[in-house]
């Protein structure tokens, strides 16, 4: 918390994105029980994995497990994740007439099991351990509903966003509204940051982001509650830094394809910024893992304001060692 | 030719990635009497599609039907072109053992069908269009040897070059070699400029593109005959293009992820650009088409330099008559 408000601390806090994922034991233990759906809608299953993980890595964070595209079904998608599939929607967005049956989400409550895991989850987690809530960020949800599914070359998205303006900024009105609704809930329910997960805004150009992207990405920060840090996230915004800063966050999430201090720099000093060791790295050999971990650090110069973060996802082999490995060299080396 | 020396030009020259490719009509005829590999290695067609394609568009280049991937064949790797699964290698490269068993490419001779191909299109092609010839660039084809075939993550690309140094020079260095006899005799054969496709290295960072790439592109691109211009091209390469631009490359490829005018400004307005349209802005209106186009010539502003292409390959499911559209407008606008 500290971090993300830019406050001098003992020593650079670390948390990983889908830090209780398929990679670690105890997961794929609560998973052979259940479907992915099914763990998301149960509260003391979500909120078990949760502090599983953050517990066992010693973390500085916990981010409450669920995934960005349950907000969809609200808004009337129909959504599966189909086994080893990854998630398939089966009325995805087309035209201007697919936008307008989405229907506006008026109630938060049809989300409330996030809610409730997040309660437990606090209830749970030691008091020193800051839980994080989350949602997906307009473009990233707006490609998936038009999409139906992930993409490669987005020509839907695209397509619907160039050819119609008008149905496009509906769209993304409509979720930016849904998502301020989700957030301000989730931190009514024991959330104390929350981050925006831009996952694929990172096949944009600058002038499609600023034009079709930043006012609703904007619109979602704004709303958030005051006082409650938010981190802005996305892959591959090597060229997009400076506008996802414009469009909002306290603290920026990095991917490894920049180097942290450049990063930082484009961003400006006046925001925190989150990263950006490549989830691959926990692949190495281990002083190699160290020898990347410290660049990072030493990028970051003991500049308050930086949380460290992979630049994307643990990725599902990794191994766990290595994830626990990284915790604790973080720490070590950003004490000394 | 001109663009890529930097002269002043009459209009702004375009040519398309993959613009020979199964978008096309004439290239799906006669892709249904052959094999994709059957079709690179047979002259007289390979030589059919790169002119056809060339003609029907109007465009100012032709760039040699070929693939990047069928150099490796004779380094010892086993390749196959798999029914709508892309490539796929038999025996991938994972550990130093692999590396030293990898041939060195000693007689170009061994892809004399590309050269065929080469001296074929050349004679057919109108005397003021110039052929391109081209190869991946060193890590693209490293990590297609060590994955096996296309790739998410790069996880085992990766593992090596982090975990065994000496492997991954070894090999990057073996790939180099070979590619300098390859694209020097492409010259010889009559290829008037060459590109090197990096199409994968957007997966890096700068300090690893630094330590683990660049020696082996530019040790590439120096040993290419003097006075043939040499095109660098990559993709996701935001936060790359100066160090590209480092290794090497008299054109500098960019995606439609970074703006044109930035761009340029980042590699040096000593050295030319190319792109750098979204190909799937081809799939939109027409009227959208020309304002993205026209946005890029814009940010190009005239100066001596610009080669208009796509950001990357033309998409299979792309309307013909966009692209010939795309052709026709950028001639027209940048004439004014």
Redesign the interface.
Known sequence: MKACRREPVPYTPIWLMRQAGRYMREYREVRARTTFLELCKTPSLAAEVTVTAAERLRVDAAIIFADILLILEPMGIELEFAQGEGPVIHNPVRHADDVKRLREVEDPGALSFVYEAISLTRQELKPDVPLIGFCGAPFTLASYMIEGGGSK???HA??LM??DHGAWHAMMSLIARALVKYLNAQIDAGAQAVQLFDSWV???????YREFVLPHSRAVMQGVKTGVPVIHFGT?????LELMREAGGDVIGLD????LD?GWQRVGHDAGVMGNL????L???TD?LRAHAK?ILDQAGGRPGHVFNLGHGI?P?TPVNNVMALVDMVHEMSSQ
């Open positions: 070359n987005y020509v695209k397509k160039y050819d990172g096949c944009l150009g600058p002038d499609d591959g915004t090597g060229a997009l490894w394809r920049v180097r450049e490549d989830p691959v790295t692949f190495a050999e190699v660049r990725l082999e």
